[in-house]
């Protein structure tokens, strides 16, 4: 059961540095230039699989960890 989870673990740190930053334009806030920070961006192809896999590496890590818990 640790193996998995050092496994999980590993998967989801790379997964997560190989995100884009979404946070790009949070600098115009502090200067005024907010017409870009609530734009809609939809994400397509590698940037939507990326997400997806971000979000079940994460939620398989937080049951692992419960299920070792106890």
């Known amino acids: ?3 998995l989870l050092i496994i999980n673990s590993l998967a989801l ?3 997560v540095l190989l995100q884009s930053g ?3 334009g949070s600098s115009g806030v502090i200067s005024g230039g907010n017409e870009t920070l609530f734009a809609n961006r939809k994400e397509r192809g ?3 699989f ?3 896999m971000t979000v079940f ?3 398989t890590f937080f049951v692992l960890c419960l299920f070792m818990g106890f």
Do not use: D, F
Request: no cysteine.
């Open 46 to 48: 590698s940037e939507l």
């Open 57 to 59: 590496l994460g939620v």
């Open 50 to 52: 990326i997400t997806r």
């Open 13 to 15: 740190i790379i997964i």
């Open 22 to 24: 979404k946070a790009e």
């Open 1 to 3: 059961m640790e193996i």
